[in-house]
């Protein structure tokens, strides 16, 4: 069973910058496709992007595009989320996910929250404007 942390959420003025990190243990981190979600008060969970377990493939929502940057690193088991250009739109719980082990995904399975297995707690994000 995996588990997972995010941290690196905070209070940022609009056009400012914040990383997210997710740390994983349990599973071999490198077997499976990781994503980040987003939840705004009274909102639907958003998907906000995905990458697969080699971390060569990424996708985006568009929303989000040229802003953000989804990257991991496998040997320290973590996946990271880089938010520039930050917009008070951009204010929400973000959490990580992760997909079963060997399941590759695709361009719209990655972008689904019901094709993950295993969600972190999430961590708070507040643009200011």
């Known amino acids: 069973q995996v588990q997972l942390v995010e941290s690196g959420g905070g209070l940022v003025q609009a056009g400012g910058s914040l990383r997210l990190s997710c740390a994983a243990s349990?599973?071999?981190?490198?077997?499976?496709?990781m994503g980040w979600f987003r939840q705004a008060p009274g909102k639907e969970r958003e998907f906000v992007a995905a990458?697969?377990?080699?971390?060569?493939?990424?996708y985006y929502a568009d929303s989000v595009k040229g802003r953000f940057t989804i990257s991991r690193d496998n040997a320290k088991s973590t996946v990271y989320l880089q938010m520039n250009s930050l917009k008070p739109e951009d204010t929400a719980v973000y959490c990580c996910?992760?997909?079963?082990?060997?399941?590759?995904?695709?361009?719209?399975?990655?972008?689904?929250?019901?094709?993950?297995?295993?969600w972190g707690q999430g961590t708070q994000v507040t643009v200011s404007s």
């Open positions: 990458i697969s377990w080699s971390g060569t493939t990424t």
């Open positions: 349990g599973r071999t981190f490198s077997t499976y496709a």
């Open positions: 996910a992760a997909g079963a082990v060997g399941s590759y995904g695709s361009s719209l399975s990655l972008k689904l929250p019901s094709w993950y297995v295993t």
